[in-house]
C-alpha cells in the first residue's frame, strides 16, 4: 500500500514505515505531523484518486531528523570577459518517518456513489422540438448566377517629359 501525499510544495510517494526526506519543516524532533493533501491512495490494486485530494484521508508521520543536504557548487562564467564566480550551497532538511495512512494504517474504503434518482417519465414529460422539414430546390427557385462586367482597358496617362 502505498500514498501519494504533498508535503511542502512537492509531492512524494510514501509507504508506511518508510523515511522521506522533505524541505525543512517547522517542528520539533519527535513531532507528530498530519498530511491531509493525500493526492492518491493505492491499497491492494485499488487505486483512489483524488479531484484534487482524497476526503478525510490523512497521512501520519513524525519529524525523526533535522539534516543539511550534500553540497551543490554553482559555477557562472562568461567567456573572454574574465568573469567567473563559484558558489556552493547546502539545503536544509527534515526526515520523516510515515507510521500510518489514513490515521489507521490502512486506506477507508470508498463509499459507492449514490446515484441520483431517475425522473419518471409520467412526472416530466419531455418536450419535443419541432423542426420545420426542408423542401427540395426546384429549377424556377434557384438563384441565377451573377453577371460580372468585362473590364475595360487601363486609361492611357500622358508621359510627364520634354513637350
Known amino acids: 500500500m ?17 523515511k522521506i526526506f522533505v524541505h525543512r519543516l ?6 507528530k505531523l498530519d498530511f491531509d493533501q493525500v493526492l492518491l491512495i493505492e491499497d491492494e490494486g485499488k487505486i483512489t484518486i483524488g479531484e484534487p485530494v ?13 539534516v543539511r543536504g550534500d553540497k551543490v557548487i554553482v559555477f557562472k562564467k562568461k567567456r573572454k570577459k574574465g568573469y567567473r564566480i563559484k ?4 539545503q536544509n532538511f527534515s526526515q520523516v518517518e510515515i507510521t500510518s495512512i489514513n490515521g489507521i494504517g490502512a486506506p477507508k474504503k470508498a463509499t459507492p ?6 425522473v419518471e417519465e409520467a412526472e416530466a414529460p419531455v418536450k419535443e422540438k419541432k423542426t420545420a422539414a426542408k423542401k427540395p430546390a426546384t429549377a424556377k427557385e434557384e438563384v441565377p448566377a ?18
Open 26 to 31: 517547522e517542528a520539533e524532533e519527535g513531532t
Open 54 to 66: 482524497i476526503k478525510d484521508a490523512i497521512v501520519e508521520g513524525v519529524v525523526v531528523d533535522h
Open 87 to 90: 558558489n556552493g550551497h547546502r
Open 113 to 118: 456513489k449514490k446515484e441520483p434518482k431517475q
Open 2 to 18: 502505498y500514498a501519494i501525499v504533498e508535503i511542502a510544495g512537492q509531492q512524494f510517494k510514501v509507504e508506511n514505515g518508510k
Open 146 to 163: 451573377k453577371k460580372t462586367s468585362a473590364k475595360k482597358p487601363a486609361a492611357k496617362k500622358p508621359a510627364k517629359g520634354k513637350e
